[in-house]
């Protein structure tokens, strides 16, 4: 359950910018960040630990920077866990190869 609530968090703060902006202004370090979000959590009903939202943001392929940012951890994956539109880019297009019957396109 705490997990879901870890979730839920994530996608608030993606999608509400005053929750976003009142974790960046309200803590000085990743670790200060992450405290203050469990804190916020609790008073929108949503227990989860520090832990186990780290975890989540980590499934998502997402950390806490230290303004307490929430950035990618890949240039291949964007802010909900899919592939950026510089990867989507990078994989387009196929591949040829050979001539006649005997070949391959991907």
């Known amino acids: 359950m ?8 994530i996608q608030a703060l993606q999608q509400d910018e005053a929750l976003r902006n009142q974790v960046e202004t309200g803590s000085s370090s990743s670790e200060a960040a992450l405290n203050l979000t469990v804190e916020l959590g609790k008073e929108q009903g949503l227990n989860f630990t520090a832990e186990e939202f780290l975890r989540e943001l980590e499934t998502r392929g997402l950390s806490v920077n230290s303004a307490g940012q929430l950035e990618s951890l890949s240039g291949t994956v964007g802010e909900e866990g899919e592939l950026s539109e510089e990867a989507l880019e ?13 070949c391959s396109q991907w």
């Open 2 to 9: 705490s997990a879901e609530n870890a979730k839920e968090m």
């Open 90 to 102: 990078a994989v387009a297009g196929g591949f040829y190869y050979g001539s006649g019957r005997n």
